[in-house]
């Protein structure tokens, strides 16, 4: 028992971030902690991380000489690097350091992103599994609370945002709700195609079902983006394996909840996917509203004034909110502090030559990650990976959701 224990250390330690996360967004929720106690926790676990990290490379580099840096490592090291620069150069070094108030995601939030994803490329290919069941749990729990808090049905607190309810989970916010949905689905999806034991297909197929309602229940278009673009990718494969009637039930079940859902006028996605249709024709012909996309394009035009005079070092991690004409970028009514595009983000508070490392992080072991997922059945690795990057063309990372992402990138890994 101590030797299977000794032997999965890394798989327990990565289990225990996921809880961790969990468990602070739920404190968040519940009033029981400050979202600032949140984000300064993250500092001393950013911190933890990093030595688990050190132990990991001197035990296989100087004991186990199993160890050779690779391109990823070399490329997340420059991201790490670019992000002290652009905390130097910050508007307000303090907050690129250690975030906004009642954001905390400064440099010592991307440096627990990337050591959660250092960590978990480490983790062996049979335990893998372990840590998506993991994810899955906590995605499963949210899904529930936020089924019950969209449907007011007393059991938990409504959410009602002028007059609009929300279902967010244990999440601050609709949208980061259902990025969270989407990787748990992700998983699901992905273990539920290549499941062969008929108690397990039954098991993955309810929690196909649960995890559908979550994300539908968060009206978040971009994860349904996200989410249809990863069952394109399941029918390739399942052409490819030959397995094509797999994925007709949980097509059936997402499909039959979007219909159901909007039905009872718990999502209002058929009017958002209609409106979006409307203003993409409009685009198309020209005619550009700022208000489009529930305004992202005027904020992506607000953000991208700023970039020219920071091309290479950036504003500084988290400092957009504060870097317009030398003050905030007010859209509307509301103060922008995150450019709703994960890439033009980067783009903006940490500089060129940072963006450039995180396309070539993503690009690399997606390539590399399709191939082997495809070769050797391990679909569910990749779908978390490529559905969280392509709803993040269109929404934000938060600390309740990014490490999921970055543990989930990990993964896709195989040293």
């Keep these: 028992m101590k030797k299977k224990i000794k032997d999965n250390l890394i798989e327990i330690y990565l289990c225990l971030n996921i809880l961790f996360v969990f468990i602070n967004s739920f404190l968040f929720y519940s009033n029981t902690i400050k979202y600032e106690d949140f984000g300064k926790e993250l500092i001393?676990?950013?911190?933890?991380?990093l030595i688990v990290c050190l132990i990991i490379f001197i035990r296989r580099k100087f004991i186990k000489k199993k160890y050779k840096f690779n391109i990823l490592d070399i490329i997340v090291l420059l991201i790490l690097l670019f992000g002290l620069i652009s905390v130097k150069y910050a508007l307000f070094?303090?907050?690129?350091?250690?975030?906004?108030?009642?954001?905390?995601?400064?440099?010592?939030?991307?440096?627990?992103?990337?050591?959660?994803?250092?960590?978990s490329s480490f983790i062996k290919k049979k335990n893998k599994k372990y840590i998506a069941y993991t994810i899955i749990f906590t995605g499963v729990i949210q899904a529930i609370f936020g089924y019950l808090q969209i449907t007011q049905s007393g059991v938990v607190e409504v959410i009602d945002n002028d007059g609009i309810i929300w279902a967010i989970g244990f999440t601050n916010n609709p949208n980061f709700f259902g990025s969270y949905m989407l990787l748990s689905l992700s998983f699901v999806?992905?273990?539920?195609?290549?499941?062969?034991?008929?108690?397990?297909?039954?098991?993955?197929?309810?929690?196909?079902?649960?995890?559908?309602?979550?994300?539908?229940?968060?009206?978040?278009?971009?994860?349904?983006?996200?989410?249809?673009?990863?069952?394109?990718?399941?029918?390739?494969?399942?052409?490819?394996?030959?397995?094509?009637?797999?994925?007709?039930?949980?097509?059936?079940?997402?499909f039959s909840m979007f219909i159901i859902l909007d039905k009872c006028n718990i999502t209002t996605l058929t009017q958002d996917i209609l409106k979006t249709k409307n203003e993409t024709v409009e685009i198309a012909k020209g005619n550009v509203n700022e208000r489009y996309g529930t305004q992202r394009i005027a904020i992506w035009k607000g953000v991208l004034e700023i970039v020219p005079d920071n091309l290479i070092h950036g504003v500084?991690?988290?400092?957009?909110?504060?870097?317009?004409?030398?003050?905030?970028?007010?859209?509307?009514?509301?103060?922008?502090?995150?450019?709703?595009?994960?890439?033009?983000?980067?783009?903006?508070?940490?500089?060129?030559?940072?963006?450039?490392?995180?396309?070539?992080?993503?690009?690399?072991?997606?390539?590399?990650?399709?191939?082997?997922?495809?070769?050797?059945?391990?679909?569910?690795?990749?779908?978390?990976?490529?559905?969280?990057?392509?709803?993040?063309?269109?929404?934000?990372?938060?600390?309740?959701?990014?490490?999921?992402?970055?543990?989930?990138?990990?993964?896709?890994?195989?040293?």
């Design 93 to 119: 070094s303090r907050y690129a350091l250690e975030g906004l108030p009642r954001r905390y995601e400064g440099f010592y939030a991307i440096l627990y992103y990337f050591t959660l994803f250092y960590i």
């Design 189 to 254: 999806l992905g273990l539920f195609i290549n499941e062969k034991e008929r108690t397990k297909e039954i098991i993955f197929g309810a929690l196909v079902l649960i995890l559908t309602i979550g994300l539908l229940a968060s009206n978040t278009l971009s994860c349904v983006v996200g989410l249809f673009v990863e069952l394109l990718i399941l029918l390739i494969y399942c052409i490819k394996t030959k397995i094509v009637k797999k994925l007709i039930i949980p097509i059936i079940i997402i």
């Design 316 to 415: 500084g991690i988290d400092n957009l909110g504060l870097a317009y004409d030398g003050g905030p970028l007010i859209i509307g009514r509301k103060l922008v502090d995150k450019a709703h595009n994960e890439l033009l983000q980067i783009l903006v508070t940490e500089g060129i030559f940072c963006l450039l490392c995180y396309l070539a992080l993503y690009g690399i072991i997606l390539f590399k990650g399709t191939i082997r997922t495809f070769k050797k059945k391990e679909i569910y690795l990749l779908l978390p990976v490529v559905g969280y990057i392509v709803q993040s063309m269109f929404n934000i990372s938060v600390i309740e959701v990014a490490p999921i992402f970055y543990i989930s990138l990990g993964l896709l890994i195989e040293r």
């Design 44 to 49: 001393y676990a950013s911190f933890i991380n």
